[in-house]
């Protein structure tokens, strides 16, 4: 009897969190993600097995394209006239200019993360726990669960960083102000992976894996609705964390050219909406941020890297990490 209290409790807790998400979309993650967790804030460590099948799945290809998006202005920003949708922390609507940069074509896959965690001797993600042994159906799915500085860090390791607010929003959008990044027609589940609340597949019996295993897609799905640049899931999925601060009015004071977000904050930007979001929120306009520290199955990452300015008729070149 006792048991069974206690899986009915389980599983209002965890369906009073999905009403939350749907209702709420992003929003509900500024309320609640005061460097918190979705999760039970213990860091787990290997099985004997767990490291062995990690290990075999750092064989697999990754996915670590990357996309040059050329110096020049784009539009940044919405406002009402042109998307109804539109929040005010994305006003005003204004021409910003940006250096030449690369951007990850895919949110960096759960295997990469892999790679990085066991050469550097770091322990598992504990949505890797389930069962005690990693998953190869995750191989592809974006890594999530990892807090802003776990994703500085992978990315500096990877010889790259993170991206900045505008730079994500330009690799997103291009230059034309689109609402999304396959144009202006309404996301649908055929482009973007959204508003997946409804309890299904192996979490149907089990509703508190939810928060362990979300409806997730492969990082290289909806190759219908890439961006104007050929990047992948900029709508949905996982929203990802950029490298600026967060202030709701820095649209308003920021500067025009190469901006980088405030000097400081409590937040952290975070871009693109996940599975959780409704239709407002996966707009890559929309931006919102949480406590650097947060850790959510929702959210993961992508990396970026400075490219040099190139002469006329040359080809831009990737500048360096130094050493």
């Known amino acids: 009897m006792e048991s069974l209290v206690k899986r009915f409790l389980t599983t209002i807790c965890v369906l009073s969190l ?18 918190g967790s979705d999760v039970a804030d213990v860091v787990p460590e290997w099985t004997p ?44 609507q204004r ?25 550097n001797n770091l322990p598992p993600l504990v949505d ?20 802003w500085f776990e994703g500085d ?11 900045t607010s505008a730079e994500w929003e330009k690799a997103a959008r291009g230059t034309d102000g689109r609402i999304y990044p396959w144009g202006n ?14 309890l299904s597949g192996p979490v149907r019996d089990r509703p508190e894996r939810l928060l362990l295993y979300p409806p997730i897609v492969s990082v290289d799905k909806y190759e219908n609705a890439v961006s104007a640049y050929g990047v992948f899931n900029m709508a949905g999925n996982v ?3 950029t490298a600026d601060w967060y ?20 937040h952290k930007a975070f871009r693109g909406g996940g599975w959780v979001d409704s239709t407002p929120s996966v707009r890559p306009a929309q931006r919102n941020g949480a406590d650097p520290k947060t850790r959510m199955n929702w959210l993961g990452f992508r990396c970026a890297r400075d490219v040099s300015t190139p002469s006329p008729g040359e080809p831009a070149k990737v500048k360096q990490p130094p050493q």
Not at 141 to 146: D, I, Y
Not at 185 to 198: D, H, K, M, Q, V
Not at 247 to 266: L, T, V
Request: aromatic share 14%.
């Open 18 to 35: 999905v009403l939350a998400f749907f209702w709420l979309g992003s929003d509900f993650a500024t309320a609640v993600t005061s460097g």
């Open 49 to 92: 097995e767990g490291k062995k099948a990690a290990a075999h799945l750092t064989t697999l290809p990754p996915k670590d394209e990357m996309a040059l998006i050329p110096a020049g202005p784009f539009l940044m920003g919405s406002n009402r006239q042109v998307d109804r949708n539109s929040y005010p922390a994305e006003y005003p």
């Open 95 to 119: 021409t910003v200019y940006l250096d030449a940069y690369e951007i990850d074509k895919y949110e960096v896959t759960t295997v990469q993360y892999l790679k990085y965690v066991l050469a």
């Open 128 to 147: 890797w726990k389930w069962g005690g042994v990693f998953q190869e159906t995750m191989a592809a799915h974006p890594v999530m669960h990892v807090s």
């Open 153 to 163: 860090a992978y990315c500096k390791w990877a010889g790259k960083r993170l991206p």
């Open 185 to 198: 027609e309404p996301a649908g589940l055929s482009r973007a992976n959204f508003g997946r609340t409804g």
């Open 239 to 241: 929203a990802e964390w």
């Open 247 to 266: 202030d709701p009015s820095y649209y308003r004071y920021g500067p025009d050219r190469n901006p980088k977000g405030p000097d400081h904050g409590s």
